[in-house]
């Protein structure tokens, strides 16, 4: 189950909009609400924020392409062989959309029946992802809290289509986080879903507990970013020590 800590740490970022946890599953889930609603995949994630309600959906319900991402449907022929992308003047060439749909990440076909949404301050389940929209200085801290302790790199992947994949499949299939802006992504964007010039980050089940740790424990704003005497003085501590250590290591240091 998602911890307090999660929620507390999340809670603490004040997000315009309430950041959601999502959890697959193979069979259909005991004591939670069925939307019966017929909406586009990312749009459950809206009404989620939108309502507060935790609930449940299927294929049946995914009015768009989030079902292909998560294995539930084949890639259908007709737009898989590039004609939509063709159509809608988002790619040139039938070869230019069809290659996205050849690298197209998706879950193992038939290992996903059932998708809950949650509020993360809600949440009662261990999610496979927590999907959050910030904006920049939200983004700032949450990105550093990815990298904090493991040093992990940043990599933002999409395509102009079917941004669910990017954001719902890569990030289990890659283990890593994932992070787009919203404004750029053909469905979100003509769904007009949220704002644009967001940065929505997708973070997977394994990366969860460290993103935790790390907000709990880093600075939320690093030392050359403060503005009082004493975190100051303590920068340029630390900057002379620099030098210190190149004498001693027989280079310089230029940093500044």
């Known amino acids: 189950m998602l911890s307090d800590k999660a929620k507390q740490m999340f809670?603490?970022?004040?997000?315009?909009?309430?950041?959601?946890?999502?959890?697959?599953?193979?069979v259909k889930p005991q004591a939670v609400e069925h939307c019966d609603k017929t909406l586009a995949f990312c749009q459950y994630v809206k009404e989620a924020q939108d309502t507060g309600k935790t609930f449940y959906i299927s294929k049946e319900n995914d009015a768009c392409y989030g079902k292909v991402a998560l294995g539930m449907v084949p890639k259908p022929p007709v737009t898989a062989c590039g004609q939509a992308g063709l159509d809608f003047g988002?790619?040139?060439?039938?070869?230019?959309?069809?290659?996205?749909?050849?690298?197209?990440?998706?879950?193992?076909p038939g290992a996903i029946n059932y998708v809950v949404f949650a509020p993360v301050a809600s949440c009662d389940f261990d999610p496979d992802l927590i999907v959050l929209f910030a904006d920049i200085p939200q983004a700032d801290i949450v990105m550093r809290a990815t990298s904090y302790l493991s040093g992990d790199l940043w990599e933002s992947k999409s395509t102009p289509v079917i941004s669910c994949s990017w954001m719902y499949a890569y990030p289990l299939i890659s283990g890593k986080v994932n992070h787009i802006t919203t404004g750029f992504y053909h469905g979100i964007k003509r769904r007009d879903i949220f704002k644009a010039g967001l940065r929505m980050i997708s973070i997977p089940f394994n990366k969860i507990d460290e993103v935790v740790t790390a907000l709990d424990e880093m600075d939320w704003t690093t030392i050359a970013f403060r503005t009082d005497e004493q975190s100051k003085v303590e920068l340029q501590r630390r900057m002379d020590h620099w030098q210190e250590m190149a004498v001693e290591m027989g280079c310089s240091c230029d940093l500044s």
């Open 90 to 108: 988002v790619y040139k060439t039938l070869s230019g959309c069809r290659k996205l749909y050849q690298q197209l990440p998706v879950l193992v």
């Open 11 to 26: 809670a603490r970022l004040k997000l315009e909009i309430p950041a959601v946890a999502v959890q697959y599953l193979p």
